[in-house]
């Protein structure tokens, strides 16, 4: 069936750090991928999103690209402030729809810290 | 435009009992998710409605079920309650499909 991995941290990173959260996948063709962020008290927000292979997706200072030949779509921030802690959640969308709608990871608790 | 919104935020209900939870989706959205988000198990599909038709399903008992109504507003309701069943359950709603699916903020399930 269709899986996402990512590290579920908590990841603790000094302001105007690098970030990297891995998420890698396992589905077959080519699903739509999705980042999505959960602050606190509150429902998830779409963060970014790409549909085919080597399409960059990018909104607020983060990037990921999707990779079909290592199945990863790495979420990358340049230089991260307070106010990006919060939860971020890497989701599939499988070739031809959602019969099981948008497959989750478990998740990764980021904090950043002043 | 005002986004989802989900009522009530918060529950508090004892085992056996049954409860309904409701999902104003964003106007002109047709399609309505519901998803169960537990520490365990992580975000969990439950079902999709689309123009008051169930479209799609996960892999939930029986006691989990919804509706839509024509004005594309939603309810679950969960009957029998298990202490399990206590979750964050998010209603996420679009135009049409998946790729951009708005969430509410979530209605906080106690079960005790």
């Known amino acids: ?114 | 435009k005002a986004g989802v919104t989900q009522t009530p935020r918060y529950l508090i209900k004892t085992r056996g009992q049954q409860v309904t939870l409701s999902c104003s989706p964003i106007s002109g959205h047709r399609s309505v998710s519901w998803y169960q988000q537990t520490p365990g198990q992580g975000l969990q599909f439950l079902f999709e409605y689309f123009s008051e038709t169930q479209r799609n399903k996960g892999n939930f008992p029986g006691r989990f079920s919804g509706r839509q109504f024509s004005n594309s507003r939603s309810e679950m309701n969960v009957s029998t309650l298990e202490l399990g069943d206590s979750a964050l359950y998010l209603c996420a709603s679009s135009f049409q499909d998946y790729n951009e699916q708005f969430f509410g903020p979530g209605t906080r399930l106690t079960v005790l």
């Open chain 1, 1 to 114: 069936g269709n899986s996402v991995t990512q590290m579920e941290g908590p990841v603790t990173l000094s302001e105007e750090a690098f970030l990297t959260i891995n998420c890698t996948y396992t589905a077959t063709g080519y699903p739509s991928l999705f980042w999505y962020v959960q602050y606190p008290g509150e429902g998830l927000q779409l963060l970014l999103k790409a549909t085919k292979a080597d399409d960059k997706g990018s909104n607020k200072g983060f990037e990921a690209t999707y990779r079909k030949e290592t199945t990863s779509f790495h979420l990358e921030k340049g230089s991260v402030q307070v106010s990006d802690s919060a939860v971020y959640f890497c989701a599939l969308l499988p070739t031809g729809g959602g019969a099981d709608g948008l497959t989750f990871g478990k998740g990764t608790h980021l904090i950043i810290q002043p």
